[in-house]
């Protein structure tokens, strides 16, 4: 379905996040005989909180009355953190209501052409910022949208000729009919259970992207065996190998030639090495001449909450990594600090999280591991298994009682790194306040 076959339409919504925002903002503009007729919220929404939805006076429903009262709408636009597996959204869609998300009705109405669409279960953001930076550099208008963008409709405007790059969720990918020119895809393992149901389905849920209509060619991260494994799409152009861009010790590489000298590397980490081999596998994809490098990589901003120094005394480097939530990417973390003796903040929201592989590494380098409520307390617990000392496994009630014993562990040459390998929402409202916590308390 297209944005612009709404004209006319009664809608529904659910969720009041920035693509809500946004489809409203642009509806309004655009279609203006339209009307969201239904917002609907598990704990109910605020119009005074949500001034996009207020002008269309919606009667707001809680999840309890949504099948209900959506049931006389055209279409259901859901905010991608709404499942398409909620009971209530698969009785709609058995009564003949489509459900979509605004990304999903930008992308029909654009067409995927000019189009780099960039998911992961981790580094999508960063290299979709990549992408966009290289992009420019090169001298292409070059938009970029999703989390670290602009919600995907505000592009409607956007001639088709101008490079766009979309960071792609699984939770728009799940119910997306239309697919971007490039797909990229970082890496893949188990996150996000609780939306999906279980982690098979995510996968799929993930991979879907690769089949979609619209889609010319696909760039995979050649050295995740498990993205490759469960990968079942025409044939990709991978990156992480030597016939391609691929990571070194001396830098980044095309085609076993030296690109860009380690020293010149923007972000730290081998992953982010990674995250910069698909943004330029994903250019070339896109027929994009790429600008000489290294000099163009200069003036590119890291992403907040990304391994990002917040202090950094000389001796003791405190680094907020909050964007982690997975074990995967906390080892990759931990592996971008391999100089410095690490005291590791970790712990979060459970979602069955595996913390085998994490804790082996903890032990192995004798680092110190301080457990944040909930799944904290089983890291502690996997950590003194694999032979970490009492002393240097602990359990903290909070993120004050943490940064206090870290400070207290951390000798010269320390990282004190809060990579915490869980989501943040049994003590925050996102991930970015937990980091900003963390910088706050090791700034003071």
């Keep these: ?67 209900e009262a959506l049931t006389g709408c055209d279409l259901l636009v859901r905010s991608p953190g709404v499942s398409i597996y909620r009971d209530e959204l698969t009785a709609l869609r058995g009564r003949g209501t489509p459900v979509v998300t605004a990304t999903g009705l930008w992308m029909a109405e654009h067409g995927g052409e000019n189009v780099i669409g960039i998911t992961g279960t981790k580094g999508k953001s ?49 119910d997306l009919a239309n697919g971007p020119e490039i797909a990229v895809l970082t890496n893949l393992y188990p996150e996000h259970v609780h939306w999906h149901g279980t982690h098979d389905v995510y996968y799929a849920d993930k991979l879907r992207l690769f089949e979609l209509p619209g889609v010319r060619a696909c760039a995979l991260n050649g050295r995740d065996s498990h993205a490759l494994s469960a990968f079942h799409a025409p044939a990709a152009t991978l990156y992480g190998i030597p016939d391609g861009w691929d990571v070194s010790p001396d830098g980044l590489a095309r085609d076993g030639q030296l690109a860009v000298p380690a020293a010149d590397l923007p972000l730290r980490g081998k992953h982010n090495a990674l995250n910069l081999c698909a943004a330029l596998t994903a250019l070339e994809l896109a027929g994009v001449d790429l600008p000489e490098l290294p000099a163009a990589l200069g003036g590119f901003v890291p992403l907040p909450h990304r391994l990002e120094p917040v202090v950094d005394s000389g001796d003791v480097v405190w680094v907020d990594d909050s964007i982690s939530t997975t074990p995967e990417s906390t080892l990759a973390a931990m592996e971008s600090f391999r100089d410095r003796q690490i005291v590791l903040i970790a712990g ?86 937990r980091g900003d916590h963390f910088a706050a308390l090791a700034r003071g």
Excluded at 31 to 51: E, F, K
Excluded at 146 to 158: H, R
Excluded at 398 to 423: C, F, H, I, K, Y
């Design 1 to 67: 379905m297209r944005f612009s076959e709404l004209d006319g339409a009664t809608v529904g919504v659910w969720g009041a996040g920035r693509e809500i925002g946004s489809f409203a903002t642009q509806l309004q503009s655009h279609l203006p005989s339209a009307r969201i007729a239904v917002a609907v919220d598990d704990a109910g929404i605020d119009l005074a909180a949500a001034p996009e939805l207020a002008s269309y006076e919606p009667r707001c429903v809680g999840a309890g009355d949504a099948v």
């Design 126 to 174: 960063t290299t979709a910022a990549l992408a966009a930076h290289l992009s420019r550099a090169a001298g292409c208008a070059t938009h970029i949208a999703g989390n670290i963008g602009v919600p995907a409709l505000d592009l409607l405007g956007v001639p088709d000729d101008e490079l766009v790059v979309v960071e792609l969720s699984s939770y728009q990918i799940a």
């Design 348 to 433: 979060g929201q459970d979602r069955g999280q595996q913390h085998e592989a994490l804790a082996r590494e903890l032990a192995a380098r004798d680092a110190a591991v301080l457990g944040l409520p909930i799944t904290g307390s089983a890291l502690v617990a996997a950590a003194r298994s694999e032979g970490l000392s009492d002393a240097r496994a602990r359990e903290v009630a909070d993120m004050d009682a943490a940064v206090a014993l870290a400070r207290e562990l951390a000798g010269p040459g320390s990282a004190v790194l809060l990579s915490p390998a869980a989501p943040s929402y049994n003590s925050y409202l996102s991930f970015e306040q």
